[in-house]
Nanobody
């Protein structure tokens, strides 16, 4: 099993940047990659970006392209999500999840088996 711990969230001003971290531990060799999702109050959890541990292939939700960058540090078993020019609509709990099923990066929540506890990002305008 893979354990995931997110960090880096907080209260920021609109226009600022944040880097979220997702530290993986446990049976990390069983993980093909990491997906970042977010859930705003009253809304469904949505895909933000995904990355493979090997090869570094990435995928972004269309609305996230440009301000969101996903990356990994394989030596640290850690994935990152950099968010720039933060907007109030980015306010959400951000979760990372491990793709245990295939190399193809999935945007489907159901394809991710292990999840972190989430980190809150609040953007004030």
């Amino acid at each position: 099993q893979v354990q995931l711990v997110e960090s880096g969230g907080g209260l920021v001003q609109a226009g600022e940047s944040l880097r979220l971290s997702c530290a993986a531990s446990g049976h990390t060799s069983s993980s093909y990659g990491i997906g970042w999702f977010r859930q705003a109050p009253g809304k469904e959890r949505e895909f933000v970006a995904g990355i493979n541990w090997i090869g570094g292939n990435t995928d972004y939700a269309e609305s996230m392209k440009g301000r969101f960058t996903i990356a990994t540090n394989n030596a640290k078993n850690t994935a990152y999500l950099q968010i720039t020019s933060l907007k109030s609509e980015d306010t959400a709990v951000y979760y990372c999840a491990s793709n245990q099923r295939r190399w193809t990066i999935s945007r489907n929540i159901l394809d991710y088996d292990h999840w972190g506890q989430g980190t809150q990002v609040t953007v004030s305008s």
